[in-house]
């Protein structure tokens, strides 16, 4: 199966945690459904299995959620939605 094609969620900051970015890119409702998620091992970061729901991600980073996708831009992202 191949691989999601990720859409971009901008961050104001330089870097944002893993778990912030999954509720900011609408992976997930809240910081408690990610917990489960990430120590599943169904959360990848670049293609990486990661559990630390604290991980720093930068700009380019591709987290993966199931079917979804995600890439970390910095600032305002053109793309119609309304987050």
């Known amino acids: 199966m191949a691989d999601p094609t990720p859409y971009d969620v901008g961050i104001r900051d330089e ?7 999954l509720k900011l890119a609408n992976l997930v409702d809240t910081g408690a459904e990610a917990k489960p998620l990430l120590a599943a091992g169904e959360v990848r970061v670049n293609g990486e299995v990661e559990t630390r729901r604290g991980r ?3 700009a380019g980073d591709v ?3 199931g079917a979804a996708a995600a890439r970390v831009v910095t600032g ?7 987050w």
């Open 15 to 21: 870097v944002i945690r893993l778990g912030q970015f």
């Open 56 to 58: 720093q991600l930068v």
């Open 63 to 65: 987290v993966t959620l």
């Open 76 to 82: 305002e992202v053109d793309d119609g939605l309304p």
